[in-house]
């Protein structure tokens, strides 16, 4: 008899969640306008996400102050130095 559970999967194991890319969803709609305003410039910019880091930053810093992810220094993120003037002297290359 087999003690693996359905597709071959272990029942007698409980399942690890990842680290990251697991959070909430924002059901209330609270970083909408910072969502809204980064896949604005993704479309605008041809899909070129480096125009568009200071919006991508501004909806994690969002998400982070409403409890919608855990807070984290945006250095580790990947922002380390992002500015808005980054993002506008990438946009004019």
Avoid: W
């Amino acid at each position: 008899m087999s003690t693996g559970g359905a597709f071959g999967g272990n029942r007698g194991l409980r399942p690890i969640p990842p680290e990251k890319g697991i959070f909430p969803l924002d059901h209330l709609h609270q970083c909408d306008t910072e969502k809204k305003g980064y896949l604005d410039c993704l479309k605008s910019s041809g899909h070129k996400s480096e125009q568009c880091r200071h919006l991508s930053k501004t909806y994690l810093e969002c998400r982070m102050a409403k409890n919608l992810m855990a807070k984290q220094d945006m250095s580790e993120l990947g922002f380390g130095g992002v500015t808005e003037l980054d993002s506008i002297v990438e946009k004019e290359r």
